[in-house]
């Protein structure tokens, strides 16, 4: 019954390697977006997709793409990973139509060795 | 025009209360609170909504002064579950709802 699921929770990795995190919710939401947390608890938006459309794609390196393969699922690729990208990313959901509450993932923690 | 919450940072004995605020150098269509325990995700708390709309969990309360471009968020009669890292998100308009910006946080101790 979990309403944001992120897959995998923990990810360590090479520098230089590809990876992907992906999120599903079963919420009926819109809306979903990838939140990047870093190690200050910083959190910094990335992506936002409506119904599959990229609607706010924040200045972020174009390693980093972003997949809506339809409404209910948000995928995250990075390409040639850095020391930097460690961090936690969040998937969230919200229904446009209304006060937009996001509903948050349980977090993918990323670390790039 | 990242918003600034205030304490960074507050200690709490059980039952006692706290305030946090979230300021903003500019206009606000609505501010939205949540909650982050350790290790664990983000939790929706409450929204305010220019005008007065509001929609969050009945233990807690807020309020939104649009002329100051200010929210605080009341912590009353706190407990142990009380504990984590409150974050702010602004959104300057109405079709900027989805964009919020976020504070950096305060970090909400409450010991027995």
């Known amino acids: 019954d979990t309403a944001v699921s992120q897959t995998p929770k923990y990810l360590v990795t090479q520098m230089g390697n590809d990876k992907s995190i992906k999120c599903e919710q079963n919420l009926g939401h819109d809306t979903m977006y990838w939140y990047k947390q870093d190690s200050k608890k910083f959190l910094k938006i990335m992506f936002s997709?409506?119904?599959?459309?990229?609607?706010i794609n924040e200045t972020v390196p174009n390693r980093f793409s972003p997949k809506s393969p339809d409404k209910a699922h948000l995928n995250l690729h990075i390409n040639s990973l850095e020391l930097g990208d460690s961090a936690v990313y969040f998937c969230a959901s919200s229904q446009s139509n209304g006060y937009n509450e996001q509903f948050f993932g349980p977090g993918t923690r990323l670390t790039v060795l | 025009q990242q918003p600034v919450q205030s304490p960074q940072a507050v200690i709490l004995r059980e039952g006692e209360d706290a305030v946090i605020n979230c300021s903003s150098s500019?206009?606000?269509?609505?501010v939205h609170w949540y909650r982050q325990k350790h290790g664990e995700a983000p939790v929706f708390l409450m929204i305010?909504?220019?005008g007065g709309e509001q929609k969050g969990h009945e233990k807690i309360s807020a309020s939104f002064n649009e002329k100051k471009q200010q929210s605080s968020l009341y912590l009353t009669a706190s407990q142990l579950s009380y504990s984590g890292t409150y974050f702010c998100g602004t959104a300057p308009n109405a079709g900027n709802n989805r964009k919020l910006i976020w504070g950096l946080g305060t970090s909400l101790a409450v010991n027995p």
């Open positions: 997709y409506n119904n599959k459309e990229l609607i």
């Open positions: 500019k206009a606000l269509y609505s």
């Open positions: 305010l909504l220019k």
